[in-house]
């Protein structure tokens, strides 16, 4: 299993629409994990962060699943700002990250 | 308060010649790392410092690729003799000091580099 895996989309969605992206990691160490976003021809930012089972903020929910080594981005009530690739991340190291490919989003009017 | 600053953000350059990327790191960040985006690839690790220091210089594609940082607020990127294969974006990013390895990783706006 590569160490950090997402499916590259594109996930056309229109707006109001719930989405989820799922991403797969390798090293059964980590502890926290990351979600970033990424708009076009810009750098990554922090989305969100997932320490423990899980992490919710406003229309944004991340979940962990240990047992089989997998995190879920849920995004309800999409907007059009919301376009853009997110990107999970895992620790690779005491100070390095890990970062998958990215999975695409388009929301639609 | 400033982000990390990158220049230059676009470079052009030949087939052969030297290419130098600059970073200036957020104030009092001790973690800078050195990253490299490309579509086939995604975001890779190149290299990373700790108070100055390169810890972990194991992503550096070959000897053509050399980083340095001769103080807390600056590091370079150099690439000499440049390459078509090393057209990509180039993103800095710190790190606060110490604290868990969960620390945020704060980006700049990258170097877009083409080598024709």
């Known amino acids: 299993r590569k160490e950090v895996e997402q499916d590259p989309g594109p996930f056309n969605v229109p707006e109001g629409a719930t989405v989820a992206f799922n991403c797969t990691y390798s090293?059964?160490?980590?502890?926290?994990f990351f979600w970033y976003r990424q708009d076009c021809r810009k750098e990554p930012k922090l989305l969100m962060s997932v320490y423990s089972s899980g992490n919710e903020d406003g229309r944004f929910t991340a979940q962990l699943n240990r047992a089989s080594q997998y995190i879920s981005l849920l995004i309800r009530d999409s907007k059009l700002s919301d376009s853009a690739t997110y990107l999970c991340v895992v620790p690779s190291g005491y100070s390095t990250l890990t970062f998958g490919k990215g999975t695409m989003l388009l929301v639609s009017p | 308060d400033a982000g990390v600053i990158q220049s230059p953000r676009h470079e052009v350059t030949e087939m052969g010649q030297e290419v130098t990327l600059r970073c200036k790191p957020i104030?009092?960040?001790?973690?800078l790392f050195w990253y490299r985006q490309t579509m086939m690839r995604g975001l890779e690790l190149l290299i990373y410092f700790n108070n100055n220091v390169p810890i972990d210089d194991s992503g550096m594609p070959e000897d053509r690729f050399s980083a340095k940082m001769p103080n807390a607020s600056f590091s370079t990127l150099k690439i000499q003799p440049s390459e078509p294969r090393d057209s990509a974006v180039y993103f800095c990013?710190?790190?606060?000091?110490?604290?868990?390895?969960?620390?945020?990783?704060?980006f700049g706006p990258g170097t877009r580099l083409t080598v024709l």
């Open positions: 990013a710190s790190r606060p000091r110490g604290g868990a390895r969960t620390d945020t990783q704060y």
């Open positions: 090293n059964s160490a980590s502890q926290s």
């Open positions: 104030s009092g960040h001790d973690y």
